[in-house]
């Protein structure tokens, strides 16, 4: 009885659509499938650290809340199911700082909960530094769309920072979405932006989202500038700190080839020490038009 209730919950494992991803140095896990969903208009977008729903308010919580990053507070599953509220509006959203199941968290998997509150079909964790019941530091990545490949990568420099990279449509054409957390020190964070410019060098469709922890001119001097991605249009993207934000180190970047549309920041969203960034971009018929006459068939 016991070997069956066994059997049955790995099935159940692998026929679920998401998983973890554990990225190690010189390690990189693919998730692939031959399903190719995509809709003929547009996608909504969204970049969001939630901080692992610790919710600081005001810089002196960094320090009188610094017990937070150790134990659960009374109200981080509370913050967790508001976030999944917000995130509910979109389609594809990427994650910074998800506590993948620890004593923070209440032991729970953050991004999972946030997938089955927010409905979202496909979801994604990578999971980039392992402290036990300490904490699972990982980016997310959910979507309503099913890609039809997942990667992970390290990024140069010490253990704990990562990107994912996701392709939809169809390989002759992709649309390619990175979620990334780069490092706080600009010479490392520049050795992973020149990592990301080689990623993405033969790609004509992409978007680069995530917690780049530095300004626009920064990003627009760095070795990613060479790909010409440029920022979302709007009056003013400051994102950080959350309660009086006055710097822009939250990005959504897009290459010259996509359109977008609705860019904003939810100033309202008190729900991490970051604001969200939001947007809209189009899908291009060159996705639309390869995903048509290459589509593959679905596995049964």
């Excluded at 995509?38 to 610094?66: E, M, R």
């Excluded at 140069?156 to 169809?170: M, N, Q, S, V």
């Excluded at 992409?206 to 001097?221: P, S, T, Y």
């Excluded at 970051?274 to 018929?285: G, K, Q, R």
């Amino acid at each position: 009885m016991l070997l069956d209730r066994a059997r049955t919950a790995y099935r159940d494992w692998k026929a679920r659509p998401a998983g973890f991803s554990f990225a190690r140095q010189g390690v990189r896990r693919t998730r692939q499938t031959r399903e190719i969903l995509l809709p003929d208009t547009s996608i909504k977008l969204l970049s969001f650290n939630i901080q692992a729903g610790i919710g600081s308010q005001k810089f002196g919580d960094y320090i009188t809340g610094s017990w937070k990053h150790l134990v659960a507070h009374p109200r981080s599953v509370e913050t967790i199911e508001q976030i999944a509220e917000v995130l509910s509006h979109f389609d594809v959203v990427g994650l910074q700082e998800v506590d993948g199941g620890s004593l923070r968290s209440r032991n729970m998997n953050q991004l999972m909960h946030l997938a089955s509150l927010g409905d979202f079909s496909f979801w994604h964790q990578q999971l980039n530094r392992n402290l036990g019941r300490l904490g699972q530091f990982s980016n997310g990545f959910l979507s309503r769309h099913q890609p039809f490949e997942v990667k992970d990568h390290r990024l140069p420099g010490l253990p704990g920072r990562g990107a994912i990279l996701i392709k939809y449509g169809h390989p002759i054409q992709p649309l390619v979405v990175v979620v990334a957390h780069l490092a706080l020190g600009e010479k490392v964070r520049n050795t992973q932006l020149a990592y990301l410019a080689r990623l993405l060098e033969d790609y004509k469709y992409v978007v680069v989202m995530g917690d780049f922890n530095c300004r626009l001119e920064h990003l627009e001097a760095s070795p990613l500038a060479s790909l010409g991605l440029r920022t979302v249009e709007a009056d003013s993207l400051n994102t950080y700190p959350s309660w009086a934000p006055d710097r822009h180190i939250d990005h959504i970047l897009l290459s010259p080839a996509l359109q977008c549309r609705h860019t904003r920041v939810l100033a309202d969203c008190l729900l991490s020490d970051h604001l969200p960034l939001a947007t809209e971009i189009l899908v291009p018929d060159e996705v639309i038009a390869a995903t048509r006459e290459h589509r593959l068939p679905l596995i049964s």
